[in-house]
């Protein structure tokens, strides 16, 4: 696609939202994800008549989303099928629980139209960062924990390397409402996981303990990881979305801090927002948003930098667990 094209379909992104929607609610998606397809079964399908549901075509197929086979010039043999599964992918995007429809909550229209006075300092982005009234703290571990599933997936799915050799102890480090430890400590039986985090989040743990069955296996240690040492005594540590948000020496400082907890031998997993073309679009909310805040760095790093930091670090066995969410795990040295 030309950049002419794409800032075409950007000028209308309203409009494709709206054709994406009725896709969905329609099954064109899930019929276009079994297909080849032709146009009078998806016709059939939805009560839609031939020459609308032809355009209607042409548009997903504007979008890159669809191939057209028509080998006559006949409307009516025309075939379709989806370039890569869209339909799971529409209702992650566009259903009720949406990480997108968590973050357009958040006050991106106060600077809307007034990039060039943010980008300058004359005006900033209403987001307190870090939080620390109580309300700001829910708030955003609330929206944090919205994006959690693919990290759980992926942790399950990686279970015996992180955690083979239970019963042990892990510990979250900035690890939101505990969402990420209640998806994953039912799979993983003689694993009990401590979120650390600042107190005010100490409520919304406890409560996702109570609400999981997770009592005495699902905990809370109040701290600042910015201004304390990090607890002692675990067998496994985890920074989970946490590095990004910090200027590479904090975030290096915080591995170092890592390696002064664990003993030799103890592991450590990271698993961040990776700079990848996927990622990079997945988190543009947050790019776009956090323009107007200098407080947050948000910067998306490759994983090489991650491999590099923590090989440089004194942990040993750093390698990439790859799935839904990657992770990177390594052991800390002698």
Same mark, same amino acid.
């Given at each position: 696609?030309?950049?002419?094209? #794409? ?19 329609? =099954?064109? $998606? ?8 032709? %146009? ?16 209607? #075509? ?21 075939? /379709? ?24 909550? /958040? ?7 007034? %990039?060039?006075?943010?980008?300058? !300092? ?89 609400? !999981? =069955? ?19 005594? /675990? ?7 946490? %590095? ?47 323009? =107007? ?6 910067? %998306? ?5 991650? $491999? ?5 670090? !004194? ?20």
């Amino acid at each position: 696609m030309t950049p002419r094209a #794409l800032f075409s379909l950007l000028f209308h992104a309203d409009k494709a939202l709206d054709l994406l929607q009725a896709a969905l609610e329609l =099954g064109v $998606l899930d019929r276009l994800d079994a297909g080849p397809v032709g %146009l009078e079964a998806l016709c059939a399908g939805t009560g839609a008549r031939p020459l609308r549901m032809y355009k209607f #075509l042409d548009g997903l197929e504007s979008l890159g989303l669809v191939e057209r086979l028509q080998p006559q010039d006949a409307i009516a043999s025309s075939t /379709y099928v989806s370039r890569a599964p869209l339909a799971d992918a529409a209702r992650a995007a566009l259903g009720p629980e949406s990480i997108e429809r968590d973050r357009d909550r /958040y006050a991106w229209r106060e600077i809307h139209g007034r %990039l060039p006075a943010v980008l300058r !300092g004359a005006q900033s982005t209403p987001f307190a960062w870090p939080p620390r009234a109580p309300e700001d703290v829910a708030a955003f571990e609330t929206s944090m924990a919205a994006g959690s599933a693919p990290i759980v997936e992926a942790l399950r799915a990686h279970r015996a390397e992180v955690f083979g050799g239970a019963p042990l102890r892990w510990l979250d480090v900035g690890g939101g409402d505990g969402a990420v430890a209640a998806g994953v400590l039912p799979h993983a039986p003689g694993v009990v996981c401590d979120v650390y985090n600042l107190p005010a989040v100490e409520p919304l743990v406890r409560r996702r303990a109570a609400d !999981g =069955g997770l009592e005495g296996r699902l905990g809370f240690v109040a701290g600042d990881f910015l201004r304390e040492p990090l607890p002692r005594g /675990y067998d496994v540590l985890s920074f989970v979305r946490v %590095l990004h948000d910090w200027p590479a020496e904090t975030a290096r400082a915080l591995l170092d801090a890592a390696r002064a907890a664990l003993a030799p031998g103890a592991r450590i997993l990271v698993t961040e927002e990776l700079r990848t073309s996927d990622r990079l679009a997945l988190q543009f909310f947050w790019t776009y948003f956090l323009l =107007g805040v200098d407080a947050c760095v948000s910067r %998306l790093r490759e994983v090489d930098w991650y $491999l590099r930091a923590l090989g440089e670090g !004194g942990f040993v066995d750093v390698r990439v667990l790859e799935g839904a969410f990657d992770l990177v795990l390594a052991r800390r040295g002698e």
